[in-house]
């Protein structure tokens, strides 16, 4: 393993849970990482290697220019830490952020990041007149328009806004009968200089089925059509922006000026028949810990609550200290898990903080201590894995792991900033 740097830290400012700690100086093997101050490995780890986050973005941008690329680092960056991952984003060609509210928006900007961040998801209650203050671009379906020319006429100073258009999702913008009166609102506004209007966007409802083009297809053709609607209206639409993950993997013709990517970043892939590594990505992520208590039981030991599980006959069993409290699916009965050097799987119930592994009539495998990786490079299981044994997507797994488990970021490959584009993915 090439040596570790210290990687790109939070604002020591920013008060974010995800900072963290200083990178192991070197990575074993095993896959385990050192906690700081030499003291082995650590307890748990999220293990968040920020070279894969620049590998994917710089791989990803090359492939969508001249179109800029929005990292999206909503949901402290799908649970990889989001202050990092943005500085690995942005300085391997992201030019963009993207965020749901504008709190993950001010917590960009307290983290000392300028780049130009959109935050599209909305309250009543949500910080305008702070977004304004910190140049913050707000996503508008409708009714914020006017809540948000009331905190620019206060402040004196206009708020930049990306109009969206529901082009078939059914959630959030404005429907295409009601665009024509909202572009129209926003361009008086826009007169008035309470508002600057920078883009125009919507959002897929089926990219990441292949089978579904001809949904995605609508979605564009009537994007389009509100893109001239707005113009019509004597906008100047300079950032039109459709594409998430799925889209611009596999559908160039929705890249327009701007793609808002997540799940590729982390190096993960939103389709079912087609992994990551087809594009050229590399997953990000990887989740250690070491084995809490390790023993034999006789036959007929039930494992765990409700006895889902009874061992046939003598068998080894680790306790792996993770559970439904750190964002581990209860459901991934049967997820794989890779083991003091050897892969196995849960057995019985994931309970809050743990889970039990069998390991087979062997003796004295996996002691107490020894390396365990639920997803990762060491063991070559991925978050696809403990997605297709808990019946969710690989989305879900990275984002809800690790409230409770400390981020360590890392940077196999210090300096690198320009990832070669391997995948011939469209
Ligand atoms: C979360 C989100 C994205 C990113 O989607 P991925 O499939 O992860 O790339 C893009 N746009 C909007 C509006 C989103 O909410």
């Known amino acids: 393993m090439p040596d570790q740097t210290p990687a790109p830290s939070a604002h020591p400012a920013s008060g974010h849970r995800a900072s963290s700690p200083p990178p192991a100086s070197s990575m074993p093997p095993t896959g385990a990482h050192s906690v700081p101050g030499g003291a082995g490995p650590a307890e748990r780890a999220v293990v968040v290697d920020l070279a894969a986050i620049r590998h994917n973005v710089a791989t990803l941008r090359s492939w969508v220019q001249p179109a800029a690329l929005m990292a999206v680092v909503k949901a402290d960056a799908y649970g990889h830490g989001m202050i990092p991952v943005a500085q690995a984003a942005l300085q391997a060609g992201a030019t963009w952020l993207g965020v749901a509210h504008v709190t993950e928006a001010l917590s960009l900007r307290s983290a000392g990041i300028t780049a ?36 620019a006429r206060r402040l004196q100073q206009p708020a930049r806004v990306h109009l969206k258009v529901d082009t078939g999702l059914g959630r959030n913008g404005a ?52 893109v001239e ?9 300079d950032v039109r922006h459709l594409a998430n993950t799925p889209a611009t993997l596999v559908r160039p013709e929705t890249h327009l000026d701007l793609v808002r990517v997540g799940l590729g970043i982390y190096g ?56 439904y409290g750190d964002g581990i699916p209860r459901t991934a009965m049967e997820a794989p898990v ?69 981020k360590v970021h890392v940077d196999t490959r210090p300096g690198e900033d320009i990832g070669s584009p391997t995948g011939e993915g469209r």
């Open 229 to 237: 609607i707005a113009r019509g209206a004597g906008l100047h639409v």
């Open 116 to 151: 130009p961040v959109v935050a599209w998801l909305h309250t009543r209650s949500t910080p305008f007149g702070r977004a304004i203050e910190e140049g913050i671009d707000l996503g508008v379906s409708g009714w914020e328009l006017e809540a948000i020319a009331e905190s």
């Open 175 to 226: 429907t295409l009968a009601d665009w024509p009166t909202v572009t129209a609102r926003a361009a008086t506004l826009q007169e008035q200089g309470l508002i600057r209007v920078v883009g125009v966007f919507s959002h897929l409802a089926v990219a990441d089925d292949l089978d579904r083009e001809e949904e995605t297809d609508e979605q564009l053709a009537q994007f389009h059509q509100a």
């Open 268 to 323: 993960l892939s939103p389709f079912d028949r087609r992994p990551a590594s087809d594009f050229g990505l590399r997953p990000a992520m990887s989740l250690t810990t070491t084995v809490a208590n390790s023993k034999t039981v006789p036959a007929g030991q039930g494992i765990s609550y409700g006895y889902l599980y009874r061992t046939p006959e003598p068998t080894r069993l680790a306790l792996v200290p993770l559970g």
């Open 338 to 406: 890779w083991i003091g050097g050897r892969r196995a799987e849960v057995t019985g119930r994931i309970a809050m903080d743990q889970f039990v592994v069998d390991l087979g009539t062997e003796e004295d495998v996996a002691p107490v201590g020894s390396p365990v990786e639920l997803f990762g490079p060491a063991s070559g299981i991925t978050a696809d894995d403990w997605a297709r044994a808990a019946r969710t997507i690989n989305y879900e797994i990275v984002t809800r792991v690790g409230a409770r488990i400390p």
